[in-house]
């Protein structure tokens, strides 16, 4: 009786672990063979820059260093969560618009906005109560980004103009927009460059460690939310729906344009919340080169998460733990490696998961789950069609 | 002045809009070099997003391409320059260590294009992702290069250099501004004129030009007829990254003499949306690319060399940010009005497979 | 072809199948769907490799690994699904492939076009080169795939399925073309599954079934139920009963209904239509007169620009989908990959994909998968569903089984409508059965039905009454029990009775 029971719990233990298998085993494989050709990229720098004895170790120094940085220790780990909270919220900006069949490649305008709808307030609000302060700071951002996540979205629902190229214009109108209010009407008179007032009071509290603030928990609770809104809801459904077969969503009685326009301004939420944690929580002031990887990293962590909450908070982990360690690698190797080997190998990684196919043919590996989540609609609605007639 | 200008200044709106005109129509000579040299790279990046796209592949990865060329075309000058010497002043500034520079990102362009076509072709992966992909590998990689070898101060090869039209030309009334425009130009601008044309007439006339479009359209029928469809795809993919690297050299041997980070400022996307509003043809994508040049040739003018009175008052209220982005809104909107009466070709995007299942 | 295998993941298509043709002969290969037809003339044409047998042309062993071979071994297929580029001209589209070169880079499209004109007047045919091929009617494009073939100097010809889309008017009429061509001596491959065809045109028959030969007859030695014996295997009721009708009240009224497609032209044009409660009302027509259009309004998919559209009295011209859904329409779309499921979802999502948002499947905000389930469970036993569990995707089911779920899932309740959109296309003789008498039991049971449907066979097999469609408008109303074929026929072909087709319209 025990043993049978025993048995079904192995049996149960066993199915979990496999389909754990599959999920993971493709972004593990990728993540080690693009270590390799970082390690790669490295022995070959060497050559480029003449005057130094060549170091054969010098890319396990290197990993050495960009592991110490981001988990050796309390601090570099609450940094490693800093970095990654920011990349939680724009990974589920650029995964809830794959689910619906966008590409929202606009996280990084929806950032840059979110982050200044946040500073203004904040500055407003800096001698407020933070009871008052941070929750309106934070409204402000996160509708900021819905803003300009709504422009793409009306415009792709209205006249059918993708959102891929679309968002990217607006990418470049956000910068302008941050360089104008920075050294405009947002600038601190007397300072030698743009740069805005402090939020004071309505900067996060920090929770954990030195630095550990409260946007980390906040990312946190945006992927649980965001996971339930797409599995629970039926409203979720109709999203996914709409991405995976927008004709058939028509047919059930869904309405595809409305559901393009609500998910490309939760996108621009969710983003927004990312730039706005930023500037309250680790800048707590703007200045014009403010976060500018922030969006293009939420691409790679939305497609290394399958666009799955899940997913996204590891590879935010990840990708947060490499930007965490990448300025201690670049010290130690007494600036011969520069802290943009972090996009090198992300670039890496992401290459590996859309080869997924080859690699599962080399590697023999089956029963592993397809490296990039199917998105059939993100270029199949390119250019010309629009969403519905 | 004419009384009768003078009346229409007189009247509020009116009186700018006519002010604006006249402030072009006088600025044009000047400008016209300028929108053309704009234009270039945008217009390069729409021709090899147009050949990629009638044979039936999307490739968002231009931006990528582009700057990957342009890294690799100066760096190499870099590298090949000490080689040489002093240089010979041949017509366009060529030499020897900026030809090699430039064959150099061609090739590059083509081997990066190799990979896309090889990711959405064979591999079948989904075609925006691939690009997108090729984007983000090719800023990551520039952006680290560039960091390394700054430590080493570099010496570029130096620019091509523009052709300068005889005066007899130039001054030819009404149309001299046009010689201006089309003749004051490196050799990678000149040489652009010519490509469009050529590519125009070999699509639509060519052996070549119908097979890609049939391709583009309805990959099976031109598969039953024979032609090899995979094949095609990737010579046309291949191809037009040559297209994309020559962008890209523009941008860092003829509109400058350098590399800097991110200084494709997103032209790879702008020449897509040319692409579409120019509905798929070479001619149709310069027109557009012309217009979008001239937004920011625009903004140039007007920071450099105001225009006088009431208007040029007006102006230079207007914060520079405005100008900059001047270019990207345009093209959203452009866009946005042009697209439902833009079709793309039928197959585009979606990956060939070869065998029917039954 | 000598020994021809062929397996698919899961399926035998052809297991050493012997088949030859001779010149001056039209030798039909007759078949049900997915009997391995198209798999073997794809082998033929180089577009499937066999995984053994041979090929031996005028006695020698020949490999045909790309349709390239083919053609210059003079082998040319006109494929059931037109290989037409439709952006492109005649012209274009005939030499794609073979163009004659004017020097080493242009074309030399004014040889091509004399051509292609003079091939045409082979038969009687006036071709304008310049034409778009998109622009043409279905008859026309059929020519121009077969002046194709012959310009590409082809002596065996393939037709796979070349009169599912035409009206009887044009089936006589490439009939005749085929004829001429056998007096030339062409060797014809004839693909159908349709048994009076073959009987008609064919010197020899061979039936292949399950991708094995069965046998090959003369059609002077056989008969349509000898063949079908042959072809499914055991005797066939060739129809379903229908049995007696009682019509009830009217259940969908339609009043000058008025309809744009996509490109904004007028596609139905004042179309007037009843269908009562308890009967089954049939639109017969050639493909592309308006069917789509008129389903996609009544169904709610598609603004009409003019008329109205009244269900049970209450009108509904301007609904949504979801409203005329609640309403008691169901709709069985003709696209079931493009409209009727998600294949990338569970059968469980699919089976609620239209009920979703109500109670029991929603509470509130929330999906009730528990309801959701039982559901799924519910229809794949009551509609035989064959699929491992509730939870595979969509994607796994065969064509007939996921035209089940569909079925199952629009049936479900007492529906007041049915739109039924090529219900049966592409299924097996098993899952069409299945269709039909489940559409049956909807009418008995009170349920207005309105078939929509390209082959005529279905319309005259289950249909109260016909109504034919043809350029937008209803042009005749017949008794479904007394309709003629032929008649109907030429209904569908003219718009009138009497008249000759053959103007290519737009």
Redesign the interface.
């Known amino acids: 009786m025990t043993e049978k029971r025993a048995s079904q719990v192995g049996g149960r233990l066993r199915g979990m672990l496999r389909d754990l298998w599959a999920a993971a085993a493709l972004p593990l494989i990728s993540i080690v063979l693009a270590l390799i050709v970082g390690a790669v990229v490295i022995l070959a720098s060497e050559l480029i820059v003449p005057g130094r004895p060549f170091d054969v170790t010098l890319p396990l120094a290197a990993y050495s260093a960009l592991f110490t940085g981001s988990l050796g220790g309390l601090d570099p780990i609450v940094n490693t969560m800093r970095s990654a909270a920011p990349l939680v919220l724009g990974g589920l900006a650029v995964g809830l618009g794959f689910k619906a069949g966008l590409f929202n490649i606009g996280a990084q305008g929806q950032f840059l906005l979110g982050a200044l709808g946040a500073v203004t307030v904040g500055i407003a609000l800096n001698e407020a109560s933070p009871f008052i302060a941070i929750p309106l700071s934070l409204l402000a951002g996160g509708l900021f980004g819905a803003a300009w996540g709504f422009v793409p979205g009306l415009l792709k629902a209205v006249s059918g103009a993708h959102e891929v190229v679309t968002t990217i214009m607006l990418n470049y109108v956000a910068g302008s927009t941050i360089a104008w209010a920075v050294s405009g009407p947002l600038d601190q008179p007397g300072s030698p460059s743009p740069i805005t007032a402090q939020v004071g009071n309505a900067a996060l509290p920090v929770l954990i460690g030195r630095n550990g603030h409260a946007g980390i928990l906040l990312a946190l609770v945006a992927a649980v939310v965001v996971g339930w809104l797409l599995y629970r809801t039926t409203r979720g459904f109709e999203i996914r729906t709409v991405g995976a077969n927008p004709d058939a969503a028509r047919y059930a009685g869904m309405q595809p344009r409305l559901i393009v326009v609500l998910t490309m301004s939760m996108a621009g939420l969710l983003a927004g919340l990312s730039g706005s944690i930023v500037v309250l929580g680790v800048t707590h002031h703007m200045t014009a080169s403010f976060g500018t990887t922030v969006g293009f990293d939420s691409i790679a962590v939305a497609l290394l998460g399958r666009s799955n909450p899940v997913g996204i908070i590891f590879a935010a982990l990840l990708f947060g733990a490499m930007r965490a360690g990448a300025p201690l690698m670049q010290i130690q190797t007494l600036n011969l490696i520069p802290a943009e080997l972090v996009d090198v190998v992300q670039a890496t990684i992401l290459l590996f998961l859309v080869a997924h196919a080859v690699i599962r043919r080399l590697l023999h590996l089956r029963g592993v789950a397809a490296g990039v989540e199917a998105t059939d609609t993100i270029t199949k609605s390119y250019s010309g069609e629009a969403v519905t007639h | 002045m004419d009384p009768v200008i003078q009346f229409f200044y007189g009247i509020p709106v009116l009186g700018l809009v006519f002010q604006f005109v006249g402030y072009i129509v006088d600025q044009l000579p000047t400008i016209a070099p300028i929108i053309l040299g704009n234009a270039t790279p945008i217009a390069l990046a729409a021709l090899c997003g147009v050949m990629c796209?009638r044979s039936g592949v999307?490739n968002?990865g231009i931006e990528g391409i582009m700057i990957a060329t342009a890294f690799v075309g100066w760096y190499v000058g870099v590298l090949v320059s000490p080689m040489f010497g002093a240089r010979p002043d041949w017509i366009f500034g060529f030499s020897p260590a900026l030809l090699i520079a430039l064959a150099a990102a061609i090739l590059t362009g083509m081997l990066i294009s190799l990979l896309h076509a090889w990711?959405s072709i064979t591999?079948?992966?989904?075609?925006?992702?691939?690009g997108?992909?090729i984007n983000?590998?090719a800023?990551?990689?520039t952006?680290?290069?560039n960091?390394?070898?700054s430590?080493?101060s570099p010496n570029g090869a130096g620019n091509f250099s523009r052709f300068r039209p005889p005066a007899e030309i130039t001054q030819i009334p009404v149309v001299g501004w046009l010689f201006q425009m089309f003749l004051r130009q490196g050799p990678i601008a000149i040489s652009l004129i010519v490509i469009v044309i050529a590519f125009q007439v070999?699509l639509f006339?060519?052996?070549?030009g119908?097979?890609t479009?049939?391709v583009g359209?309805?990959p099976?029928?031109?598969?039953?007829?024979?032609?090899?469809v995979i094949w095609l795809r990737y010579r046309n993919v291949v191809f037009a990254g040559a297209f994309a690297a020559l962008a890209g050299a523009y941008l860092s041997m003829e509109a400058t003499n350098s590399f800097q980070q991110g200084m494709t400022?997103?032209r790879g996307?702008?020449g897509?949306?040319a692409m579409?509003v120019g509905r798929w043809t070479p001619v149709g994508a310069f027109g557009a690319a012309l217009l979008f040049a001239s937004s920011a040739a625009l903004g140039y003018s007007i920071g450099g060399n105001p225009p006088p009175g009431q208007l040029g008052d007006l102006l230079s209220g207007v914060?520079g940010?405005?100008f900059?982005?001047l270019p990207?809104?345009v093209?959203?909107v452009v866009?946005?009005?042009f697209?439902?009466r833009?079709?793309?070709p039928?197959a585009?995007?979606?990956p060939y497979e070869r065998?029917?299942?039954? | 072809m000598r020994g021809i295998t062929k397996r698919y993941p899961g399926v035998l298509a052809n297991d050493s199948i012997d088949f030859d043709i001779r010149p001056g002969e039209i030798h039909a290969l007759l078949g049900e769907n997915g009997a391995g037809k198209t798999t073997l003339m794809n082998i033929l044409y180089g577009l499937a490799v066999p995984d053994a047998g041979e090929l031996l042309l005028d006695g020698q062993p020949v490999q045909i690994k790309s349709p390239h071979d083919a053609i210059r071994r003079g082998i040319s297929m006109v494929h059931q699904h037109f290989m037409l580029v439709p952006v492109l001209s005649v012209a274009d589209n005939i030499l794609l492939g073979e163009e004659p070169m004017a020097g080493p880079i242009f074309l030399d499209q004014g040889g091509a076009h004399r051509r292609i004109r003079d091939l045409g007047s082979r038969f009687g045919w006036k071709v304008d080169p310049d034409q778009k091929v998109g622009s043409l009617s279905v008859g026309w494009q059929q020519r121009v795939e077969i002046l194709k073939a012959l310009y590409r100097n082809a002596r065996i010809l393939v037709l796979d399925e070349p009169t599912a889309v035409l009206t009887p008017q044009e089936t006589a009429e490439i009939f005749s073309v085929l004829r001429s061509l056998r007096q030339e001596g062409y060797a014809i491959i004839f693909i159908s599954h349709k048994l009076y065809e073959v009987l008609e045109i064919a010197d020899r028959i061979t039936v292949i079934r399950r991708g094995k030969v069965i046998g090959t007859r003369r059609p002077a030695e056989t008969n349509e139920a000898d063949l079908a014996e042959m072809m499914v295997g055991r005797e066939v009721q060739l129809t379903v009963d229908r049995g007696e009708s009682h019509p009830g009240d009217v259940v969908l009224r339609i009043r000058g209904l008025e309809v744009k497609d996509d490109r904004g032209q007028e596609a139905v044009r004042g179309i007037d239509l009843e269908v009562k409660a308890g009967e089954i009302v049939g639109v017969a027509g050639v493909a592309g007169n308006g069917q789509d259009e008129l389903v996609e309004a009544i169904v709610g998919l598609r603004q009409p620009s003019g008329g109205h559209i009244e269900l049970d009295g209450r009108d509904m011209t301007h609904a949504g989908a979801r409203e005329r859904h609640r309403l008691g329409v169901g709709f069985v779309p003709a696209d079931r990959h493009r409209f009727g499921m998600v294949l990338s979802f569970p059968l469980t999502d699919n089976f609620i994909l239209t009920d979703y948002y109500e109670p029991p499947f929603a509470r509130g905000i929330l999906r009730n998968d528990e309801a959701i389930e039982e559901r799924a469970e519910r229809g794949i036993k009551n509609y035989d569903i064959r699929t491992p569990s509730a939870n595979v995707t969509g994607a796994t089911l065969s064509g007939g089984n996921q035209q089940k779920v569909i079925v199952a899932r629009e049936f479900e309740g007492e529906q007041r409508l049915l739109v039924l959109d090529q219900p049966t296309r592409g299924l097996d003789v098993g899952s069409i059965e299945f269709i039909h008498r489940q559409a049956i039991i909807k009418r008995n049971a009170g349920s207005a039905i309105l078939l929509v449907s390209a082959e005529l066979d279905e319309v005259l097999e289950l249909s109260d009454r016909i109504v034919v469609m043809f350029r937008g408008a209803i042009v005749a109303v017949r008794d479904g029990r007394t309709a003629d074929k032929n008649e109907i026929g030429r209904l569908m072909a003219t718009g009138a009775e009497g008249r000759e087709s053959g103007t290519p319209a737009a």
Do not use: M, N
């Open positions: 796209e999307v968002i990711l591999v079948k992966a989904d075609q925006i992702i691939s997108t992909i983000i590998a800023f990551g990689l952006g680290y290069l960091t390394l070898i430590q080493t070999l006339r060519s052996r070549w119908l097979r479009r049939a359209e309805h099976r029928a031109a598969e039953t007829v024979g032609i090899d400022t997103g996307f702008i897509l949306a579409i914060p940010q405005v900059d982005a990207y809104l093209t959203i866009l946005a009005g697209i439902g833009s079709v793309a039928a585009d995007g979606q065998e029917s299942a039954h």
